[in-house]
């Protein structure tokens, strides 16, 4: 088994024995390892990681702190123990899930003659057994960056210890010689003991600088600030022609390219003392910044360096730390400039078990119309983790968000300084990119060659030709043995053994040769093919994979990928016999008429034909995650149970355009009204411009609709719903503490309405629930999480509930939809010939006039017009009189203002079985509005039954007009439309339309004599009473 020490820090040390730096050691058995050296301190942070081997649970974890002795001297005496605490293996099995949460530990102090052991502190120590055996165990792999330490069997009790990098301000990492130079650095200081005559005193410090002079393997020339551009036009006279390195595969965080010189923006962005940095250092919260000068570095390549530190501002996760900067030119011509960062940052958590990189990248830009020299700068990053640790995939995530941050902050000031060209200026890297790849693209006898040059068919082809030639140069010979006209026997055993290695060889090549030319005939290879129509158009550049596993025999795979976006799919070519295959191939999507949310990928081997092809791993990538830079160069890790332990990764790029603009917002706006059955209007840019940045979403993201709502929680927050055509967003600001998340409509499993209740505040609600494992970013928005893991978002409190119900509802219901149920509904919505009902901008329903309306009810009842109206209140009369109408679970929600004197509100019940055989479940949006004269009220109805024959291909529509009779005002006349709007069409068109004209007109009867009865019946009682 493997135990994990994790060393978080120590506390209350003692101040009479602390004399010096101070440091752990921990050891478990015969195997010990040591942490970093603090300076003396009372309250120390190491926060560092070690691992052991454990062969026996009765072993024992002893971690000690050490007070080192300033002068070790020639004999090297030991340092003095500060405190140390011992705990047995065995006690951590019995945690939870073999882990021990950070605990505080007593340091002892051990007995010395007559004294007594005593508390020196304690020791903050988190513990994790893994594993069940040593034999499906390895340890990790050593780094010589590395803090994390291991201990093998193999080795004797002495600790096994990586060197650290040091860093000073005039040299980069120094390395320690082996053998000679090891022998060459114990001789000078020999030399130094015993010579004093010679040498003289010597100040500590320049003891220490002779010291370090003893392990280096090189020479460094320093620059001062002053000679900068020296450094730079040495660089360049020493240039060897090098490429500009490709950028690191975390992604790109800046792309942009600015009006200014490459020489310039350079000098800019790395001269010593620049104004741009201590800027930048300003408006992050940067302090304590130190430039080191640059110096010359002659190893295997010359290349300037410099040392940057620092202490990075706080954050809401992290205190502030101190950070390290090592900069590296690794090409500078006058025209490119590349510049490789590494950045330390030991003091955070788990700080010693990686380092991020970041690679500038500076190059002459586009031509510009008014010929200024333009130059482009592309900032890519990657994480490079010396040592296995399980919080890798947090670390990772929260290092881009950071970076994501911090670079949106570096590159508005650098548009404070800079110019930035106009992307309309000229054309997109797009072309350019794809250009190349179709230049890099292996042709098929390239890929042909590749595949059949290896040993297995070179060889039999040799064999083949020499028996060939052996049978050409040989004569006849006697027939023997069993042998007769026709049939030649081998003779010896050779000859039959020769003759089998011959046949298999034969039976793999041809094999091969099979498989081959399967995997060109079946491959249904999209490169190159052109997307078609007008609207959201993807483009994919699949560049190629690393470190695929192999699922064959013969230790290969022959990847192939599958790429799915709204339903449509593209696949690649088949990449045979590889691990890291190269594609190098584009593959374009049809137009689609809303943007995308999510790209599927997926990578199979190819098995044949006939065979189930196995999946290699698989990813999704989230376009609103990533901004349009991060696209175009995106390094994807893949999932899955053959991916992961492998690492597997594919190098895409990927370009997502609208190339029709706004005329295909509008297009899909005008769609989804008919789908909302209301009118939705453009948001004006401003608008749009300032919810993507609420919500840092992409450009082409564009608003739909928002609304004021509660988020209902332990206790309510008022904020604001978002609605875009991919995402559902909540916002809100409480006194400074802001509150937003969103996630996509295709995570919504369900969305269902609350009726009104006492805890709702009388107010309808809407429960939003997500699919297992979608929205794990949002999670802190929901209410609750369900036994199935599916989280629930509750929101109340809606100015206008049934239209943000209805269009919320809508919306997902369009997202949701296949692709064969768009293109039948877009079929429906043809057939309906523009006949449908929307709320129009003054807020009335519109479409009754396209339908035919019959009057199929019409009377005078003795009643006022007030007492007729409350069947449509929501009181007690109306919820009567439909329960004895034969409606089940009748609910309603309240009249709300939709405009001045128009109000609207939501009807649901289902019909029992004598109104209707099927049940049948009815959901109506009412709208009432006084008539012109002011002596009456007008309700209009729309009405859509579910779970009855033919439910969805029809709409029923009433309109009611109530008015009080001009010379009589304790009596009404009431008047009563019908019509029905035919969403598709059908053969029982007509028996339908007559059997709903007849239930309807005999039903309205049955309702008013019962309103009418009520009325009566109540208004008896109360001159009785």
């Known amino acids: 088994m493997r135990l994990y020490v994790y060393v978080l820090e120590a506390r209350d040390l003692s101040e009479t024995d602390l004399k010096g730096n101070v440091y752990a050691k921990i050891q478990v058995g015969k195997y010990k390892t040591k942490s970093r050296i603090v300076s003396k301190t009372l309250n120390i942070v190491w926060n560092e990681e070690f691992v052991f081997r454990v062969h026996d649970m009765d072993e024992e974890l002893i971690v000690s702190i050490f007070n080192q002795r300033d002068d070790h001297g020639f004999f090297h005496l030991s340092d003095d123990l500060l405190g140390r605490v011992r705990l047995p293996v065995w006690s951590v099995i019995a945690e939870d899930k073999q882990t021990l949460p950070p605990t505080w530990f007593s340091l002892e102090k051990p007995k010395t003659g007559k004294s007594t052991a005593k508390c020196s502190g304690k020791i903050l120590l988190t513990l994790t057994l893994q594993g069940e055996n040593n034999s499906n165990l390895e340890p990790p792999p050593l780094s010589v960056h590395s803090r994390f330490h291991t201990a093998d069997t193999n080795d004797s009790a002495c600790p096994i210890e990586q060197s650290q990098d040091t860093v000073n301000s005039t040299s980069s990492f120094r390395k320690i010689p082996e053998a000679k130079e090891l022998v060459k650095a114990f001789a000078n200081r020999l030399e130094r003991l015993f010579n004093k005559n010679e040498e003289g005193p010597k100040s500590d410090s320049m003891n220490e600088d002779s010291l370090n002079s003893d392990y280096e393997d090189c020479m460094d020339e320093p620059f001062s600030s002053c000679n900068f551009e020296e450094a730079i036009e040495l660089m360049l006279s020493r240039d060897e022609d090098q490429e ?59 290349c300037l360096t410099r040392t940057l530190t620092y202490t990075k501002a706080a954050t809401k996760l992290v205190k502030s730390v101190k950070a390290t900067e090592e900069q590296t030119y690794l090409k500078a011509d006058g025209r490119e400039f590349a510049v490789l960062i590494n950045v330390s940052t030991p003091d955070v958590p788990y700080g010693n078990c990686f380092k991020v990189e970041l690679l500038y990248r500076i190059m002459p830009g586009p031509e510009l119309s008014s010929e200024e020299e333009s130059t482009r700068l592309v900032v890519s990053w990657s994480i490079n983790f010396f040592q296995n640790t399980m919080m890798r995939s947090m670390i990772e995530g929260g290092a881009r968000q950071g970076l994501k941050e911090s670079f949106e902050q570096f590159a508005d000031l650098l ?38 040059c290896n040993f297995t068919v070179v060889s039999t082809f040799v064999m083949i030709c020499y028996i060939l030639l052996h049978i050409l140069l040989s004569g006849p010979r006697e027939l023997q043995g069993l042998e007769f006209n026709g049939l030649d026997l081998p003779d010896t055993f050779g000859e039959l053994i020769t003759t089998g290695i011959l046949v298999l060889q034969v039976e793999h090549v041809f094999n091969m040769v099979s498989h081959f030319f399967q995997a060109r005939l079946h491959r249904e290879n999209d490169h190159g093919v052109k997307g078609q129509g ?133 297009e899909y706006l005008t769609k989804m009204e008919k789908e909302v059955g209301m009118k939705l209007n453009l948001r004006s840019p401003y608008r749009n411009s300032m919810f993507q940045k609420l919500f840092g979403l992409p450009p082409e993201e564009f608003l739909i609709n928002d609304f004021s709502c509660y988020l209902k929680r332990k206790m309510p927050l008022q904020g604001r719903l978002f609605l875009s055509a991919r995402i559902v967003g909540f916002y809100a600001n409480l006194f400074g503490h802001k509150t937003k998340f969103f996630f996509l409509w295709e ?114 009842h003795p009643v006022n017009i007030k007492s007729l109206m409350g069947m449509f209140d929501g009181g007690t009369l109306e ?73 969805d291909h029809f709409h029923v529509q009433l309109r009611y007009q109530i008015e009080t009779p001009v010379l009589d005002s304790d009596s009404c006349h009431c008047d009563v439309y019908m019509g029905i709007t035919w969403l598709k069409g059908t053969k029982f068109q007509q028996r339908i339309a007559r059997n709903i004209s007849e239930k309807f007109t005999r039903r309205l009867r049955e309702i008013f004599v019962l309103v009418e009865r009520e009325l009566l019946l109540a208004t008896s009682q109360n001159s009785l009473a």
């Open 244 to 302: 500009v390195p490709d950028n690191l595969q975390g992604g790109i965080l800046l792309d942009r390219s600015y009006v200014v010189s490459p020489i310039n923006l350079n000098a800019l962005l790395f001269a010593p003392n620049s104004q741009f940095q201590r800027d930048l250092g300003e408006l992050q919260g940067t302090t304590d910044l130190q430039e080191g000068c640059w110096t010359w570095k002659s190893e295997n390549t010359s």
């Open 747 to 860: 995570d919504i499993e369900d969305i269902q309405v609350i009726a009104p209740s006492l805890s709702s505040v009388g107010s309808p609600s809407l429960v939003i629930v997500l699919r297992k494992g979608r929205g794990i970013d949002a999670s802190h928005g929901a209410k609750s999480q369900d036994e199935e893991g599916r989280l629930r978002f509750h929101l109340q409190s809606f100015v206008s509930f049934g239209v943000a119900s209805r269009t919320i509802m809508a919306l997902w219901r369009t997202r949701t939809l296949t692709t064969e149920q768009k293109g039948q509904r877009a079929e429906d919505w043809e057939d309906q010939d523009g006949r449908s009902i929307l709320v129009e901008g003054d807020g009335k329903f519109s479409g009754f006039e396209d339908a035919t309306m019959s009057k199929v009810y019409s009377a005078e």
């Open 879 to 951: 919820h009567n009189v439909m329960v004895k109408s034969g409606c089940l679970n009748y609910e309603t929600t309240s009249w709300e203002a939709v405009k001045p004197d128009i109000y609207e509100r939501q009807i649901s019940y289902k019909f029992n079985r004598h109104v209707s055989i099927f049940g049948g479940e009815v959901i109506s949006v009412q709208q009432k509005f006084p008539t012109a004269d002011g002596n009456g009220w007008t309700v209009g109805e729309v009405m859509t039954l579910n779970e009855v024959p033919f439910g």
């Open 415 to 452: 548009a404070q300084n800079l110019k930035v060209v106009d992307s309309a200026e000229f054309p997109t890297c797009k072309e350019n990119m794809l250009a190349t790849l179709q230049m890099d693209h292996k042709s098929d006898l390239e890929s042909t060659i590749n595949y059949f």
């Open 534 to 666: 007008d609207g959201w158009v993807l483009t994919v550049a699949l560049i190629e994979g690393s470190n695929f596993a192999s699922v064959d025999s013969t230790g290969f795979s022959d990847p192939y990928v599958v790429f799915t976006c709204n339903g449509k799919s593209r696949t690649s070519s088949v990449k045979l016999q590889t691990h890291d295959p190269q594609w190098n191939e584009i593959l374009e999507f049809d137009a689609m008429e809303e943007p995308p949310s999510v790209l599927d990928v997926e990578v199979f081997d190819f098995d044949g034909p006939f065979d189930q092809a196995a999946s290699l791993g698989h990813a999704e990538i989230n376009f609103l995650r990533h901004t349009s830079a991060e696209l175009s160069d995106m390094w994807v890790s893949l999932d899955g149970k053959l991916a992961q332990p492998s690492q597997s990764r594919l190098h895409l790029r990927i370009f997502l355009e609208n190339n029709k603009g706004v005329e295909n917002i509008k």
